[in-house]
């Protein structure tokens, strides 16, 4: 669901400014990321998911995470992406994503394509080898699932 998450082509790091694309997009109709400005770089947290609780009706927790004293935290909330800094006019590279479907962490960079359009990239090692996924802003709702 997560991997499904985040992902663009890589981008050469460069000090030119980009705008910060704060708000929630959505990924893959699964799960809404909150993207927002941490230390001049881009952060997100998981927001909304389509299946919050787990088949017993619990909240989903991170139960995939390599460290077990971190298995019981809720994935509402959950910051996923982290260290994205501005690679270019609306480019973002050098971050990092966090699937908590795998509890792995990859590499992550993104574009602005449009003011509603994020396209991501997340990879280990190169680009090449990555999954691109878009993101699609959204207004952030009170239905089931949002955190």
Not at 4 to 22: D, K, N, R, Y
Not at 58 to 69: F, K, L, Y
Not at 70 to 82: I, K, M, N
Request: glycine residues 10%.
């Amino acid at each position: 669901m997560m991997l499904s998450a985040l992902m663009v082509l890589a981008v050469p790091g460069t000090s030119t400014a980009a705008a910060v694309p704060a708000g929630v997009w959505l990924i893959d109709e699964k799960a809404a990321v909150q993207i927002f400005d941490c230390s001049s770089q881009l952060c997100g947290r998981i927001l909304w998911m389509l299946t919050p609780r787990d088949p017993q009706g619990q909240i989903n927790r991170d139960r995939h995470n390599p460290d077990p004293a971190l298995r019981q935290r809720p994935l509402c909330g959950l910051t996923v992406l982290w260290g994205l800094r501005p690679a270019g006019p609306d480019r973002w590279g050098g971050g990092w994503f966090y699937n908590p479907d795998d509890g792995k962490t990859y590499r992550v960079s993104a574009e602005l394509r449009s003011a509603d359009l994020i396209v991501a990239r997340i990879y280990v090692g190169i680009p090449l080898f990555g999954e691109t996924k878009t993101l699609v802003r959204v207004a952030h709702g009170t239905s089931e699932g949002w955190c």
